[in-house]
């Protein structure tokens, strides 16, 4: 019976999502569109007292491209929220390509690790799009989220 309670406790504990980011992933490199190198802490400091939704995308990833329609109306929705989109493309020049093209507007990063990086692992990423939700405080308050439209992203969005 002992054994079985350590077994529910550790799912249950296992199955919580991180509030903070690990120090590994906010110490990872990404590149901005400007070709410099930033640590993710350092994307999460410029937009600290905001709320950020941060999309794992690509240019290749058809459900990214489908989305951003929705992203967009999102977006207008939410005009004090701040987006960080950090690119999984295969080259930066694809990215910055397909940033212009779809007229993208928010803070762009290319993530030089791709998803076997200390944040790929840290967010157990296999699937994008991605999105996470960061509140003011800098706490993650959507983890897992796979669709623009999830419930947890519209909730989580809503300013006081």
Not at 13 to 30: D, H, M, T, V, Y
Not at 34 to 45: A, E, H, W, Y
Not at 80 to 108: N, P, Q, T
Request: charged letters at 25%.
């Amino acid at each position: 019976m002992k054994q079985l309670r350590l077994l529910f406790l550790f799912l249950i504990i296992g199955c919580q999502s991180p509030s903070r980011f690990s120090q590994e992933a906010l110490n990872e490199k990404f590149v901005s569109i400007s070709k410099q190198d930033v640590t993710f802490q350092n994307i999460l400091l410029k937009h600290q007292g905001n709320k950020i939704l941060i999309d794992i995308w690509a240019s290749w990833c058809r459900d990214c491209i489908v989305t951003l329609s929705e992203l967009k109306q999102l977006q207008q929705e939410n005009p004090k929220v701040h987006f960080v989109f950090l690119s999984l493309d295969k080259s930066k020049e694809r990215w910055i390509k397909a940033i212009d093209r779809l007229k993208i507007k928010g803070d762009h990063y290319f993530m030089a690790e791709g998803k076997k990086g200390a944040f790929g692992k840290f967010l157990g990423l296999w699937w994008i799009p991605r999105y996470v939700v960061v509140d003011e405080f800098g706490e993650i308050i959507v983890f897992k989220a796979t669709k623009i439209t999830d419930k947890n992203i519209l909730k989580a969005l809503k300013i006081e």
